[in-house]
């Protein structure tokens, strides 16, 4: 059964950048028909898709954190990143990692148990 | 950009049918998926594709689309299901979620 396993630094300071990774098991990040992402939840607020990369390095970003996302498949560590650029308090929030099928009307089957990040100096 | 919209709360009370909107510009013509985020847990899926069930979520929840509105039906409610409920689609290679609805079971 796969598991999504996230992690990173709990605290950013802003203009700073956010790195989280995600750790696969129970499937291959290499895995030629999944797509793997992140979507965000701010505090009190709703669901926020960020981006997602296939494994041959295909990324589809959302259009308003364009500029400052790079998601990238690690398949020698079984697991894919998220690095935001130029962090502020506007992106503290719940980071989940998932899981998708297609690229075209995707929808999250699987999710990670999420990472909470702040940003504060 | 493409923008889903949803009442931020329905009350029901047990037993009932709770009936979830969604609502966007020809949406109908779009996938819609349905995510149950319960507290302190991760978001789940509970419909896709319009009116599929992943394994595993009872059949008391379907879903239907058409037209400008997306549907989510909870027959027979139970206190467990209360919860967020978010739908979600795609629009040109951008992912897109309601604004959320916070579901009450009285």
């Known amino acids: 059964q796969l598991q999504l396993q996230g992690s990173g630094p709990g605290l950013v300071k802003p203009s700073e950048t956010l790195s989280l990774t995600c750790s696969v098991s129970?499937?291959?990040?290499?895995?030629?028909?999944?797509?793997w992402g992140w979507i965000r939840q701010s505090p009190g607020k709703g669901l926020e898709w960020i981006g997602s990369v296939s494994y041959f390095g295909h990324t589809y970003y959302n259009p308003s954190l364009k500029s400052r996302i790079t998601i990238s498949v690690d398949t020698s560590k079984k697991g894919f990143s998220l690095q935001l650029s130029s962090v502020t308090a506007a992106d503290t929030a719940l980071y989940y990692c998932?899981?998708?099928?297609?690229?075209?009307?995707?929808?999250?089957?699987?999710w990670g148990q999420g990472t909470l990040v702040t940003v504060s100096s | 950009s493409y923008e889903l919209t949803q009442p931020p709360s329905v009350s029901v009370s047990p037993g009932q049918t709770a009936t979830i909107t969604c609502s966007g510009d020809k949406l109908g013509d779009k996938y819609a998926s349905w995510y149950q985020v319960k507290s302190g847990q991760s978001p789940a899926l509970v419909i896709y594709q319009d009116t599929k069930r992943p394994s595993g979520i009872p059949e008391r929840f379907s879903g239907s689309n058409s037209g400008n509105t997306a549907t989510l039906s909870i027959s027979g409610t139970q206190a467990m299901d209360e919860a967020d409920y978010y739908c979600q689609a795609w629009d040109n290679y951008n992912v897109v979620f309601g604004g959320g609805t916070k579901l009450t079971v009285l």
């Open positions: 998932v899981r998708h099928a297609t690229v075209t009307h995707p929808h999250f089957d699987s």
């Open positions: 129970g499937d291959s990040v290499s895995s030629t028909s999944d797509y």
